[in-house]
């Protein structure tokens, strides 16, 4: 059963304190990317990659850390010095190098309080 | 700077009338546009793509229609059923991926 999968759904932290979203897929895509989603926003890109042991910034990387050293995985780090961390957070995965079509996984909220 | 947006926020039709979502984008280099469908606490799943060398494109139940003259992209849903309920949001391809903020549809019975 191909796809994509985060976990966990939910997650609560405190403040300061750093915390790391899954991200799988098992679609054999080389591309997989980090979204952060806000009410009345549009996604808005984190971190994307490539290729294994590559990646790249997006739009508001600050505060976030990513590793790719599967293909199948590519974890998200929201550290203590993002400033404004609780929202949800989507994963996806495209056949790249070109973005085209991505395929989305269910998605992590994150609360920080 | 460049942006992708949708003219309406929130959207009600009556079950079995068509609906039609619009979006505006700003980047004439936008060469792929897609639409998705997003459940409530779901990730978005994509319904229908369409190039810019082609102003329609039919799936099952679903037609997206662009018009590059003015920038604008709209999805018509036949026979709006209460599944089709969701935020549906329109994304540009140029260099990279960029999101519209997304309708949400309600589907009343």
């Known amino acids: 059963d191909g796809g994509i999968t985060q976990s966990p759904k939910y997650l609560f932290r405190k403040e300061g304190q750093n915390v790391t979203l899954s991200c799988e897929q098992n679609?054999?895509?080389?591309?997989m990317y980090w979204y952060r989603q806000d009410p009345g926003q549009g996604l808005r890109l984190i971190y994307y990659?490539?290729?294994?042991?590559?990646?790249q910034k997006g739009d508001i990387a600050e505060g976030y850390s990513v590793s790719r050293e599967k293909k199948e995985s590519f974890p998200l780090t929201v550290t203590s010095a993002q400033k404004n961390p609780t929202a949800f957070y989507l994963c996806?995965?495209?056949?790249?190098?070109?973005?085209?079509?991505?395929?989305f996984g269910p998605g992590t909220r994150l609360t920080v309080t | 700077g460049e942006s992708v947006g949708l003219h309406l926020p929130t959207l009600s039709v009556q079950e079995g009338d068509n609906s039609i979502i619009n979006c505006a984008y700003s980047?004439?280099?936008?060469?792929?546009f897609i639409w998705y469908k997003q459940e409530s606490g779901k990730g978005p799943q994509f319904i229908i793509d369409?190039?810019?060398?082609?102003d329609k494109r039919q799936g099952q139940r679903v037609t997206v229609l662009l018009n590059k003259t003015v920038k604008h992209l709209s999805l018509q849903i036949a026979a709006t059923q209460p599944g089709d309920s969701a935020v549906y949001f329109c994304?540009?391809?140029?260099?990279?991926?960029?999101f519209g903020a997304g309708t949400r549809l309600t589907v009343k019975p």
């Open positions: 679609l054999n895509h080389d591309a």
């Open positions: 990659s490539q290729i294994v042991n590559d990646f």
């Open positions: 996806a995965s495209g056949q790249g190098p070109l973005t085209y079509e991505q395929y």
């Open positions: 980047n004439s280099a936008s060469d792929y």
């Open positions: 994304a540009e391809e140029a260099n990279d991926m960029r």
């Open positions: 369409i190039r810019s060398n082609m």
